[in-house]
Nanobody, 122 residues
Framework: QVQLVESGGRLVQAGGSLRLSCAAS????????MGWFRQAPGKEREFVAR????????YYADSVKGRFTISRDNAKNTVYLQMNSLKPEDTAVYYC???????????????WGQGTQVTVSS
């Protein structure tokens, strides 16, 4: 079992930066893939980034590649999403998720946080 709690979302101006955190509980954190997804108003939830259990393997959606960086600290049971050069279209509720051998599909992740709101003003 893994329980996830996101934090760090807030209002920021376009071009700014934010770092989201996701604190996990459960002894299996270091063995699961972690992902970030987001959902904008009126849109479906979409994949943003994922990181393998060791922190070596990462993968990003094209829309955030080069601007966002996912990382994890297994000693702290925490995964991060560093977001730079933010754009208004990045406005969404951001969710972290955990799954075994998960990749980019929502149904590959069995555990979800409650989400944190990121709003980027133009």
């Amino acid at each position: 079992q893994v329980q996830l709690v996101e934090s760090g979302g807030r209002l920021v101006q376009a071009g700014g930066s934010l770092r989201l955190s996701c604190a996990a509980s459960g002894r299996t954190f270091s063995s699961v893939t972690m992902g970030w997804f987001r959902q904008a108003p009126g849109k479906e939830r979409e994949f943003v980034a994922r990181i393998g259990w060791s922190g070596i393997s990462t993968y990003y959606a094209d829309s955030v590649k080069g601007r966002f960086t996912i990382s994890r600290d297994n000693a702290k049971n925490t995964v991060y999403l560093q977001m730079n050069s933010l754009k208004p279209e990045d406005t969404a509720v951001y969710y972290c998720a955990a799954g075994s051998k998960a990749y980019v599909m929502i149904n590959e992740y069995g555990y979800w946080g409650q989400g944190t709101q990121v709003t980027v003003s133009s």
